[in-house]
């Protein structure tokens, strides 16, 4: 089954995979995103590697579990081929702590010819704010 669009991307068509995938995160559906990646597929994410949709949902499950009021937004940073990579942030509030923080990062994305992410590989920064110095949305 295909996941819309797929590649080659041109500048329309990243766009559209770059905002389905920020809705997808958003939706903070650890099983919604999986179905975004191959059953293969291998992550790196900051110091973790995982592979496959099973070790990703339960990532995303984990990470929504620490991460409250999760907000996200990604932005087209270049794309060629099979291949996108962008800019994100993201707000968060610890669950444990009740620290806000801003998460700045890039991510690279390869894509199989049936539109799902074969490959992810992300780098980020936590930079603690107030809850007062948010920008990206009120949840």
């Not at 295909?2 to 500048?11: E, G, I, T, W």
Request: charged content about 30%; aromatic content about 12%; glycine content about 6%.
């Amino acid at each position: 089954m295909q996941r819309l669009p797929v590649p080659p991307f041109n500048h329309e068509s990243a766009l559209a995979k770059v905002q389905a995938a920020e809705d997808a995160w958003n939706s903070r559906d650890p099983v919604r995103v999986a179905q975004a990646y191959s059953v293969d597929s291998v992550w790196r994410n900051r110091d973790s590697f995982l592979q496959g949709r099973e070790e990703i949902t339960e990532f995303l499950a984990d990470k929504w579990k620490k991460e409250l009021h999760y907000k996200l937004m990604k932005e087209l940073w270049a794309y060629s081929g099979n291949r996108i990579s962008v800019r994100f942030e993201y707000e968060w509030q610890h669950a444990e702590t009740g620290q806000w923080f801003r998460t700045h990062g890039n991510e690279h994305w390869e894509f199989a010819d049936d539109g799902h992410m074969t490959r992810r590989d992300m780098s980020a920064n936590d930079i603690p704010i107030s809850c007062g110095e948010r920008r990206i949305g009120q949840n």
